[in-house]
């Protein structure tokens, strides 16, 4: 039998861990501060932005929502990230990306303190993940890692092939399954858009990530018998329902099921952790920022 991994379960119990968390801190006079800065009127990044402060309303954290129009100059943002910088009572720090083009990402990742860089995109905070000493982990790869915890799928010695390469899904990824020690110690491989033959890898892999962004490309012919697959994908397609739009991951779920021994669904699988790890970087800012120790696991 197939096990459907249920997300939204696992992202419960972090959620109760993190607001335990969050009762610490607040007893200890800290209350955590989360400040999410939205330059753009893309439907996609409002939702995700909007979705972010309703988890902080519901676990104690302080939301401070900042709003930038898409149209001003990229010094609005950059001095709005400095006094964000310089606010106490904000301990995270996360711009919704994508930025406008006139806007250079590196500048604004690099403009972010590192200690309130939740989502662990600094380049302080990336040299710091291959390091094996990670601050933040980012939040997605770092889901999947609970996510395999919570189902009892050990990493160690296995095969893992990811597929995606980028900056915040793909490369940390890799990184945090070839870190030493729990969760890690698995022999990674890492597929991207010029990869020959992606379905000889992908069907060597213990565990399978997927995370291209590519509708529906890993079928069940690509999955090795038993292996856990983990579907980060949200793919929008034309669908005849009230919005005209379904969300699909990375891989077609039905073929795949028949294959392997787990599997993330979408949406309901790594989504919801998304999310909890943005809360729980969070807290941990705050924990880290005012010396008030937490019992984060
Ligand atoms: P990017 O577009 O930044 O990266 C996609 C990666 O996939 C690239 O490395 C690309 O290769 C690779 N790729 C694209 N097409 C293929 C292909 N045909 N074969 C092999 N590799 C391919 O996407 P993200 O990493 O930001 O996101 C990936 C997916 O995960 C998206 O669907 C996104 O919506 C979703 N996502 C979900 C989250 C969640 O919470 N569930 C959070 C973040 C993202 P190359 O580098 O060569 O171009």
Redesign the pocket.
């Known amino acids: 039998m197939t096990r459907i991994i249920d997300g939204n379960e696992i992202a419960d119990e972090i959620r109760a861990d993190v607001k335990a968390s969050v009762e610490t801190l607040t007893d200890a006079g800290v209350q955590p501060g989360l400040a999410t800065v939205l330059m753009s009127e893309d439907g996609a990044s409002e939702t995700y932005v909007s979705m972010k402060q309703e988890a902080c309303e519901e676990l104690g954290i302080a939301g401070h929502h900042h709003e930038i129009g898409p149209d001003e100059p990229a010094d609005a943002l950059f001095d709005r990230i400095d006094e964000l910088n310089a606010d106490p009572s904000v301990h995270g720090i996360l711009v919704q990306m994508p930025v406008p083009s006139h806007v250079d990402k590196a500048t604004v990742l690099e403009r972010i303190d590192p200690e309130k860089d939740v989502d662990g995109f600094h380049p302080e905070n990336v040299g710091r993940l291959v390091a094996g000493n990670a601050r933040y982990k980012p939040c997605?790869p770092h889901?999947v890692q609970k996510i395999l915890a919570a189902e009892g799928i050990d990493t160690e010695g296995k095969d893992a092939v990811v597929?995606?390469?980028?900056d915040?899904?793909?490369k940390p990824m890799a990184n945090l399954l070839i870190q030493y020690g729990d969760g890690g110690n698995a022999t990674t491989t890492v597929?991207?858009?010029?990869?020959e033959d992606?379905a000889e890898k992908t069907r060597q892999a213990d565990i399978l990530v997927a995370?291209?962004?590519?509708p529906e490309?890993i079928d069940g012919e690509m999955v090795k018998e038993g292996a856990t697959v983990i579907d980060?994908?949200?793919?929008r397609v034309d669908a005849d329902t009230e919005k005209g739009y379904e969300l699909v991951g990375?891989v077609e779920f039905d073929s795949a099921k028949e294959k392997a021994s787990a599997i993330t669904p979408v949406p309901g699988g790594?989504?919801p952790?998304?999310i909890a790890m943005l809360m729980y970087n969070t807290v941990k800012a705050a924990s880290v920022q005012s010396g008030v120790a937490v019992d984060l696991p």
């Open positions: 997605t889901g597929v995606g390469r980028s915040i899904v793909g597929c991207h858009s010029r990869t992606l995370a291209a962004g590519v490309m980060v994908g949200v793919n990375d790594v989504g952790l998304t």
